[in-house]
């Protein structure tokens, strides 16, 4: 006898997509489906999703934990920077490419420049692999998520629609940025491409962009009006540019080759 709804949650459904629901549970949830085929599909289109992104993202949470990442060694946060974005992280950040072109950037403008472009690649490493949970706000909530996000920030925080160009917004988060809490932003694309926003306030002068692409990311930095952004996706320059000049017309109102020069 095939169980009512209501004793089969949509949670459960996630889990036995993840491969995560208890074995006694198995057979309930199966006679469900197969009796159910808008479920059955749902719980299809997940599953697909949920290969697109591990093909894409799947090498990076593969890399190997460096002796000083280990759990052991790690302060307490809340939330942990797993090893395996670390290592990207150093590699993307000691590896480098192109200069920088900055308009009366201070002297320690390149360690703050480290710091957040450090945290901001270990957020969307993190984060970008998750399919149950990678924001914390839906992107359907967008009005509380910006006014959350702002208040905690300190500092207005705009949030672009990226549709125009084929990206959803799927949500956001808050997170521990370099010396203040951070705002996170993800989106996604028709394909299961993901994109990231990072937003952290930053006292130094107004940049331009850095582009920098390592392995299979790219990232485009700048700092505007007290808050530092870092756009991170594909290493494909021309796809990133793109999404990196609509959110910063929309962030700064004018279109960004009128106000910074590209590495």
Same mark, same amino acid.
């Given at each position: 006898m095939i169980e009512p709804r209501a004793h089969v949650t949509e949670d459960e459904l996630h889990a036995y997509v993840d491969g995560e629901l208890a074995a006694d549970r198995q057979p309930a949830i199966e006679a469900w489906l197969d009796a159910h085929p808008d479920d059955a599909a749902q719980v299809a289109a997940w599953r697909a999703h949920a290969a697109a992104v591990r093909a894409r993202y799947g090498a990076v949470a593969d890399e190997s934990v460096?002796?000083?990442?280990?759990?052991?060694?790690?302060?307490?946060?809340?939330?942990?920077?797993?090893?395996?974005?670390?290592?990207?992280? %150093?590699?993307?950040?000691?590896?480098?490419?192109?200069?920088? %072109?900055?308009?009366?950037?201070?002297?320690?403008?390149?360690?703050?420049?480290?710091r957040v472009t450090q945290d901001a690649l270990e957020a969307h490493t993190i984060y970008v692999v998750e399919v149950r949970h990678p924001v914390e706000v839906a992107g359907s909530d967008r009005d509380h998520l910006v006014s959350w996000l702002s208040k905690r920030l300190g500092h207005t925080v705009r949030l672009p629609d990226l549709s125009g160009i084929g990206l959803k917004l799927v949500g956001g988060r808050l997170l521990p940025g370099p010396d203040t809490p951070a705002a996170f932003f993800m989106y996604e694309g028709a394909s299961g491409e993901r994109f990231t926003l990072y937003v952290a306030p930053l006292k130094a002068a107004q940049t331009s962009l850095r582009y920098a692409a390592r392995d299979k990311l790219g990232s485009f930095f700048w700092v505007d009006q007290g808050l530092s952004y870092v756009v991170i996706g594909t290493p494909d320059r021309g796809r990133l540019q793109d999404v990196a000049e609509a959110i910063y017309a929309q962030i700064d109102g004018e279109p960004l080759r009128k106000h910074a020069a590209l590495d």
């Open positions: 460096p002796d000083r990442l280990t759990l052991k060694k790690l302060m307490p946060q809340r939330w942990l920077r797993v090893a395996a974005a670390a290592a990207v992280v %150093f590699a993307f950040i000691g590896g480098g490419a192109g200069g920088w %072109f900055a308009r009366g950037a201070s002297e320690t403008m390149p360690t703050a420049r480290a």
